[in-house]
Nanobody, 122 residues
Framework: QVRLVESGGGLVQAGGSLRLSCATS???????AGWFRQAPGKEREFVAA????????YYADSVKGRFTISRDNAKNTVYLQMGSLKPEDTAVYYC????????????????WGQGTQVTVSS
């Protein structure tokens, strides 16, 4: 069992930055991680993913060059550094863990956090 707790969300002006954190507990070794988001009235979508070692990362085209996913395995924490934020980045951001592979596919993730709200004002 893996428990995930996201933090770091909030209200920011367009062009600003935020860093989201996802602290994990339970089985905390050997997992791949990802960030997803869900805007009001829309389906949840992939944002970024990172492999166990952190050596491989993947991004949605909409955030490439603006967001960076990283991890600190000693702290059992995954991060999402978000920059050049736009109003369309407004969403609830979810952290997820996949015990087997690094993937962009939502249904393949095994555990999910409760989400943290990010609101970008124009």
């Amino acid at each position: 069992q893996v428990r995930l707790v996201e933090s770091g969300g909030g209200l920011v002006q367009a062009g600003g930055s935020l860093r989201l954190s996802c602290a994990t507990s339970g089985r905390t070794f050997g997992y791949n991680a990802g960030w997803f988001r869900q805007a009001p009235g829309k389906e949840r979508e992939f944002v970024a993913a990172i492999s166990r070692s952190g050596g491989s990362t993947y991004y949605a085209d909409s955030v490439k060059g603006r967001f960076t996913i990283s991890r600190d395995n000693a702290k059992n924490t995954v991060y999402l550094q978000m920059g050049s934020l736009k109003p369309e980045d407004t969403a609830v951001y979810y952290c997820a863990v996949d015990l087997e592979k690094t993937t962009t596919l939502e249904y393949e993730y095994d555990y999910w956090g409760q989400g943290t709200q990010v609101t970008v004002s124009s």
